[in-house]
């Protein structure tokens, strides 16, 4: 097995299957490990973000990808290649680490939110410079239902190892 293929395989086992679309949980267990009502879809580039609130502050559960715009093999090598953090609410600018590029920045409630592909540089990012979405994607709220979620079988699915 190579490295890749391992690192894929790990990556697979976070995977819930939806009929509309695929899950990759942050947080094992979420939907019993905090008391929430609904979860809050923010998009980032070409997937969405779900977050809860947990107390005073939001916390980042999982990642959507829409099977009208992903393959398992896409994602898998998507989630190898970059990173999406939540922030605490911050108003100094601050240094985000291992970093090749930001491909998508944005505050929702004061969080930063930040999807980048991983790299080697250091990037400072002013969080007073970015746009705070939180009313744009309070009205796409969600309310999941993970008794439809199925594990993903990685023997059903092409996976490129190649990438």
Do not use: D
């Given at each position: 097995m190579n490295f890749l293929q391992y690192k894929y395989n790990k990556l697979i086992g976070e995977l819930r299957e939806y009929p509309d679309c695929f899950e990759y949980i942050i947080i094992k267990?979420?939907?019993n490990?905090?008391?929430f009502q609904r979860t809050e879809c923010i998009q980032m580039d070409r997937c969405f973000v779900q977050v809860i609130k947990s107390g005073p502050s939001y916390e980042m559960i999982s990642f959507i990808f829409f099977k009208d715009d992903w393959?398992?093999?896409e994602?898998?090598?998507f989630l190898s290649e970059h990173r999406i953090e939540m922030f605490r609410p911050i108003t100094e600018p601050f240094d985000i680490q291992h970093v090749s590029e930001i491909l998508d920045a944005k505050l929702f409630n004061q969080?930063?939110?930040v999807?980048?592909?991983?790299?080697?540089?250091?990037?400072?990012l002013d969080p007073n410079m970015l746009d705070e979405?939180?009313?744009?994607?309070?009205q796409y709220?969600?309310?999941?239902?993970?008794?439809l979620a199925t594990e993903i079988d990685k023997d059903k699915f092409h996976i490129d190892y190649s990438e």
């Open positions: 267990n979420y939907e490990a905090f008391n393959t398992v093999s994602i898998l090598h969080h930063p939110l999807l980048y592909k991983k790299g080697k540089r250091s990037i400072w979405v939180t009313e744009l994607y309070e709220n969600k309310i999941n239902y993970t008794g």
